[in-house]
DNA sequence: CTGTAGACTCAGGTCGACT
DNA sequence: TAGTCGACCTGAGTCTACA
Protein backbone atom coordinates (compact mmCIF):
# COMPACT_ATOMS: atom_id res chain seq x y z
CA UNK A 1 0.00 0.00 0.00
CA UNK A 2 0.58 3.74 -0.45
CA UNK A 3 3.33 4.83 2.15
CA UNK A 4 1.58 7.71 3.60
CA UNK A 5 -1.64 5.63 3.96
CA UNK A 6 0.15 2.73 6.38
CA UNK A 7 0.66 4.93 9.29
CA UNK A 8 -2.93 6.21 8.86
CA UNK A 9 -4.37 2.52 8.63
CA UNK A 10 -2.76 0.86 11.70
CA UNK A 11 -3.36 3.84 14.26
CA UNK A 12 -7.47 3.69 12.88
CA UNK A 13 -7.13 -0.10 13.86
CA UNK A 14 -5.34 -0.12 17.15
CA UNK A 15 -7.73 3.16 17.92
CA UNK A 16 -11.11 0.58 17.34
CA UNK A 17 -9.65 -2.09 18.62
CA UNK A 18 -9.30 -0.28 22.07
CA UNK A 19 -12.49 1.32 21.32
CA UNK A 20 -11.57 5.12 21.39
CA UNK A 21 -13.57 7.59 19.37
CA UNK A 22 -10.96 10.19 17.53
CA UNK A 23 -12.23 12.59 20.11
CA UNK A 24 -11.82 10.65 23.06
CA UNK A 25 -8.12 9.75 22.07
CA UNK A 26 -7.29 13.17 20.62
CA UNK A 27 -8.31 14.55 24.07
CA UNK A 28 -5.75 12.29 26.10
CA UNK A 29 -2.76 12.67 23.70
CA UNK A 30 -3.13 16.60 23.46
CA UNK A 31 -3.70 16.55 19.94
CA UNK A 32 -6.89 18.24 17.99
CA UNK A 33 -9.57 15.67 16.75
CA UNK A 34 -9.49 16.72 13.18
CA UNK A 35 -5.74 16.27 13.04
CA UNK A 36 -6.27 12.79 13.94
CA UNK A 37 -8.83 12.23 11.36
CA UNK A 38 -6.42 12.92 8.89
CA UNK A 39 -3.45 10.91 10.20
CA UNK A 40 -5.72 8.35 9.90
CA UNK A 41 -6.57 9.08 6.34
CA UNK A 42 -3.32 9.10 5.07
CA UNK A 43 -3.59 13.23 4.53
CA UNK A 44 -0.99 13.77 7.62
CA UNK A 45 2.55 12.37 8.75
CA UNK A 46 3.05 12.26 12.35
CA UNK A 47 6.31 13.60 13.70
CA UNK A 48 8.10 11.55 16.27
CA UNK A 49 7.33 13.23 19.19
CA UNK A 50 2.95 12.90 18.17
CA UNK A 51 4.13 8.68 17.41
CA UNK A 52 5.01 8.79 21.15
CA UNK A 53 2.29 10.58 22.54
CA UNK A 54 -0.03 8.18 20.53
CA UNK A 55 1.59 5.24 21.62
CA UNK A 56 1.53 6.16 24.99
CA UNK A 57 -2.12 6.37 24.86
CA UNK A 58 -2.81 3.36 22.97
CA UNK A 59 -0.56 1.03 25.38
CA UNK A 60 1.50 0.32 22.71
CA UNK A 61 5.33 0.81 22.37
CA UNK A 62 6.07 3.38 19.85
CA UNK A 63 8.55 1.15 17.94
CA UNK A 64 5.47 -1.25 17.77
CA UNK A 65 3.69 1.35 16.14
CA UNK A 66 6.33 2.10 13.52
CA UNK A 67 6.86 -1.71 12.81
CA UNK A 68 3.01 -2.25 12.25
CA UNK A 69 3.20 1.14 9.80
CA UNK A 70 6.79 -0.55 8.11
CA UNK A 71 4.84 -4.18 7.63
CA UNK A 72 1.95 -2.13 5.45
CA UNK A 73 4.15 -0.21 3.54
CA UNK A 74 5.37 -3.63 1.98
CA UNK A 75 1.89 -4.98 1.30
CA UNK B 1 17.96 12.60 29.37
CA UNK B 2 15.74 15.00 27.57
CA UNK B 3 13.52 13.77 25.40
CA UNK B 4 14.42 16.37 22.13
CA UNK B 5 17.86 14.79 22.81
CA UNK B 6 17.52 11.25 22.79
CA UNK B 7 16.80 10.80 18.83
CA UNK B 8 19.47 12.93 18.20
CA UNK B 9 22.30 10.82 19.83
CA UNK B 10 21.11 7.20 18.82
CA UNK B 11 21.22 9.14 15.36
CA UNK B 12 24.90 9.89 16.05
CA UNK B 13 25.97 6.79 17.50
CA UNK B 14 24.72 4.74 14.72
CA UNK B 15 26.20 7.24 11.84
CA UNK B 16 30.02 7.18 13.61
CA UNK B 17 28.96 3.42 14.06
CA UNK B 18 28.72 3.01 10.00
CA UNK B 19 31.79 4.75 9.35
CA UNK B 20 29.49 7.69 7.35
CA UNK B 21 29.97 11.70 7.54
CA UNK B 22 26.98 13.48 8.27
CA UNK B 23 27.52 15.27 4.37
CA UNK B 24 27.70 11.09 3.37
CA UNK B 25 24.45 9.84 5.85
CA UNK B 26 22.47 13.07 4.36
CA UNK B 27 22.93 12.69 0.74
CA UNK B 28 21.84 9.15 0.72
CA UNK B 29 18.98 9.89 2.59
CA UNK B 30 17.98 12.63 0.60
CA UNK B 31 18.00 15.31 3.70
CA UNK B 32 20.22 18.38 4.31
CA UNK B 33 23.80 18.08 5.52
CA UNK B 34 22.89 21.02 8.20
CA UNK B 35 19.83 19.53 8.82
CA UNK B 36 21.48 15.62 10.15
CA UNK B 37 23.63 18.74 12.15
CA UNK B 38 20.32 19.90 13.85
CA UNK B 39 18.83 16.08 14.42
CA UNK B 40 22.02 14.98 15.91
CA UNK B 41 21.93 17.66 18.81
CA UNK B 42 18.32 17.93 19.55
CA UNK B 43 17.26 21.28 17.71
CA UNK B 44 14.98 19.27 15.92
CA UNK B 45 12.54 16.53 15.87
CA UNK B 46 12.22 13.83 12.89
CA UNK B 47 9.02 13.56 11.14
CA UNK B 48 8.25 9.56 10.21
CA UNK B 49 9.10 9.75 7.11
CA UNK B 50 12.48 11.02 7.98
CA UNK B 51 13.15 8.27 10.38
CA UNK B 52 12.12 5.28 7.32
CA UNK B 53 14.69 7.67 5.02
CA UNK B 54 17.87 7.40 7.93
CA UNK B 55 16.97 3.74 9.21
CA UNK B 56 17.57 2.58 5.32
CA UNK B 57 20.40 4.41 5.11
CA UNK B 58 21.75 2.92 8.07
CA UNK B 59 20.50 -0.40 7.67
CA UNK B 60 18.92 -0.51 10.91
CA UNK B 61 14.98 -0.94 10.96
CA UNK B 62 13.20 2.49 11.73
CA UNK B 63 11.28 0.53 14.56
CA UNK B 64 14.47 -0.11 16.77
CA UNK B 65 15.88 3.31 15.93
CA UNK B 66 12.46 4.37 17.71
CA UNK B 67 13.29 1.61 20.90
CA UNK B 68 16.75 3.20 21.16
CA UNK B 69 15.34 6.71 21.44
CA UNK B 70 12.86 5.60 23.93
CA UNK B 71 15.41 3.78 26.18
CA UNK B 72 17.24 7.03 25.92
CA UNK B 73 15.03 9.27 27.23
CA UNK B 74 14.34 6.76 30.35
CA UNK B 75 18.23 7.87 31.76
C1' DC C 1 -18.91 10.15 15.82
C1' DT C 2 -16.40 11.51 11.72
C1' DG C 3 -15.11 14.24 7.34
C1' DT C 4 -14.12 18.50 5.45
C1' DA C 5 -12.69 23.25 4.65
C1' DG C 6 -10.27 27.60 5.49
C1' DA C 7 -7.23 30.22 7.92
C1' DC C 8 -3.70 30.29 10.94
C1' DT C 9 0.99 29.28 13.68
C1' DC C 10 5.11 27.05 14.18
C1' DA C 11 8.42 23.36 13.56
C1' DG C 12 10.50 20.50 9.92
C1' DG C 13 13.60 20.78 6.16
C1' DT C 14 16.52 23.34 2.31
C1' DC C 15 20.15 26.26 0.69
C1' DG C 16 24.48 29.14 0.49
C1' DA C 17 28.19 30.94 2.82
C1' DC C 18 31.32 31.26 6.38
C1' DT C 19 34.08 29.47 10.55
C1' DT D 1 34.42 17.14 8.99
C1' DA D 2 31.09 19.61 11.64
C1' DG D 3 28.75 23.98 13.59
C1' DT D 4 26.26 28.17 12.64
C1' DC D 5 23.54 31.83 10.67
C1' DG D 6 19.83 33.85 7.98
C1' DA D 7 16.51 33.51 4.68
C1' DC D 8 13.38 30.73 2.80
C1' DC D 9 9.47 27.18 1.81
C1' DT D 10 6.66 23.35 3.07
C1' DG D 11 4.12 20.48 5.99
C1' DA D 12 2.61 19.41 10.92
C1' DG D 13 -0.79 20.63 14.06
C1' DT D 14 -4.76 23.95 15.90
C1' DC D 15 -9.28 26.00 15.81
C1' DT D 16 -14.01 27.09 14.34
C1' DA D 17 -17.74 25.72 11.97
C1' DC D 18 -20.70 22.91 9.25
C1' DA D 19 -22.40 18.61 6.86
Chains 1, 2 share one sequence.
Do not use: C, W, Y
Not at 11 to 19: A, E, I, P, T
Not at 38 to 51: A, D, K, M, W
Amino acid sequence: MRPEDAFGKVLRDLRVKSGLSQEKLALEANLDRTFISLLERGLRQPSLVTILEISKILKVPAAHLVELAEAEMKK
